[in-house]
């Protein structure tokens, strides 16, 4: 009988063993997987300020400075729309002087100076090939003189007239025209160049979303096994409570313990505990804050409710 007794009690102290060993191993694990969700939620609230940081530089920065840009070419179009119609306009006035000029003058006169500028080139070549002698040279030097001042007259009537003053208005007119072209493209370039970099943020907005969905995605399984493991844990604990128990016999006169009959008023407080600190988590969550394991697990037990 005594070996009976020693046998079950070796067999009871390796099943105690072996319990606590169990015990052991799923505290172990569900610890290691709260403090991996622990983890999982600080990655996912750096996520999170890493897309705000990124759309505030999208919007304030580069769309602002894009947007600038966009309006200074806008008001630039407008200007050169505005010069080249004045060009179109001055061009025709021109085209309309001219010819209202051909008619009042005969081609001898049209001609005239190009004329003057033929003798003037051969009186000189004269001068330079031929071999004259003193009279004959002074003759042809007194003759290009005439030349060179019935030219100077044309020269001076053609600057006094209106066709040459149109003429310096469309040369100052182009001269604006091709500046404004420079800055068209210069200021293009830099609403590009913004442009490209607002569209860089949206993309690492992008893809920093689909960062966050597949942590919350892992978290949401992490945090499933760890729930697993704590229920074991539990299980086997409450087992192993059983061992050493054993149980205890039936008396119908014994008086409940008095810690029960404040069970309700207890689980009533720790409810309202709970309720306070799941509150508070929510605003520490809101405000981007990191979070404690508990606090994750009461939000994370919420959003599965």
Same mark, same amino acid.
């Given at each position: 009988?005594?070996?009976?007794?020693?046998?079950?009690?070796?067999?009871?102290?390796?099943?105690?063993?072996?319990?606590?060993?169990? +015990?052991?191993?799923?505290?172990?694990?569900?610890?290691?997987l709260n403090d991996k969700t622990k983890q999982y939620i600080n990655d996912l609230q750096e996520v999170d300020?890493?897309?705000?940081?990124?759309?505030?530089?999208?919007?304030?920065?580069?769309?602002?400075?894009?947007?600038?840009?966009?309006?200074?070419?806008?008001?630039?179009?407008?200007?050169?729309?505005? *010069?080249? =119609?004045?060009?179109?306009?001055?061009?025709?006035?021109?085209?309309?002087?001219?010819?209202?000029?051909?008619?009042?003058?005969?081609?001898?006169?049209?001609?005239?100076?190009?004329?003057?500028?033929? %003798?003037?080139?051969?009186?000189?070549?004269?001068?330079? =090939?031929?071999?004259?002698?003193?009279?004959?040279?002074?003759?042809?030097?007194?003759?290009?003189?005439?030349?060179?001042?019935?030219?100077?007259? *044309?020269?001076?009537?053609?600057?006094?007239?209106? +066709? /040459?003053?149109?003429?310096?208005?469309?040369?100052?007119?182009?001269?604006?025209?091709?500046?404004?072209?420079?800055?068209?493209?210069?200021?293009?370039?830099?609403?590009?160049?913004?442009?490209?970099?607002?569209?860089?943020? /949206?993309?690492?907005?992008?893809?920093?979303?689909?960062?966050?969905?597949?942590?919350?995605?892992?978290?949401?399984?992490?945090?499933?096994?760890?729930?697993?493991?704590?229920?074991?844990?539990?299980?086997?604990?409450?087992?192993?409570? %059983? =061992? *050493?128990?054993?149980?205890?016999?039936?008396?119908?006169?014994?008086?409940?313990?008095?810690?029960?009959?404040?069970?309700?008023?207890?689980?009533?407080?720790?409810?309202?505990?709970?309720?306070?600190?799941?509150? =508070?988590?929510?605003?520490?969550?809101?405000?981007?804050? %990191?979070?404690?394991? /508990?606090?994750?697990?009461?939000?994370?037990?919420?959003?599965?409710?």
């Amino acid at each position: 009988m005594s070996r009976e007794r020693q046998h079950n009690g070796n067999t009871s102290q390796t099943s105690s063993r072996n319990l606590q060993s169990q +015990i052991e191993n799923l505290r172990q694990k569900r610890d290691e997987l709260n403090d991996k969700t622990k983890q999982y939620i600080n990655d996912l609230q750096e996520v999170d300020i890493e897309i705000a940081n990124s759309l505030k530089v999208a919007k304030e920065k580069y769309k602002k400075k894009r947007d600038y840009w966009n309006d200074k070419v806008k008001q630039l179009k407008d200007k050169k729309i505005e *010069y080249k =119609t004045l060009l179109d306009r001055l061009l025709e006035d021109k085209k309309s002087l001219q010819k209202i000029e051909t008619r009042g003058k005969d081609n001898k006169q049209i001609l005239s100076m190009k004329q003057i500028e033929r %003798k003037i080139d051969n009186l000189e070549r004269r001068i330079e =090939t031929d071999k004259l002698d003193i009279a004959e040279e002074n003759i042809i030097i007194d003759k290009i003189r005439e030349l060179a001042s019935m030219k100077q007259e *044309y020269l001076s009537e053609q600057k006094n007239s209106e +066709i /040459f003053k149109i003429e310096r208005k469309i040369e100052i007119v182009k001269i604006n025209l091709n500046k404004i072209y420079e800055q068209l493209n210069k200021w293009s370039d830099k609403s590009q160049e913004n442009h490209a970099k607002m569209l860089e943020e /949206f993309q690492n907005v992008d893809k920093l979303k689909e960062n966050k969905k597949k942590l919350e995605e892992e978290l949401i399984e992490n945090k499933k096994t760890a729930d697993r493991y704590h229920e074991q844990y539990l299980k086997v604990k409450n087992q192993r409570k %059983k =061992t *050493y128990k054993g149980k205890k016999p039936y008396s119908p006169n014994k008086r409940p313990h008095p810690k029960y009959n404040q069970s309700s008023k207890k689980n009533e407080m720790l409810e309202k505990i709970k309720q306070d600190k799941l509150a =508070t988590a929510l605003e520490k969550q809101k405000a981007g804050k %990191k979070l404690n394991l /508990f606090e994750a697990r009461l939000i994370l037990e919420k959003t599965k409710e």
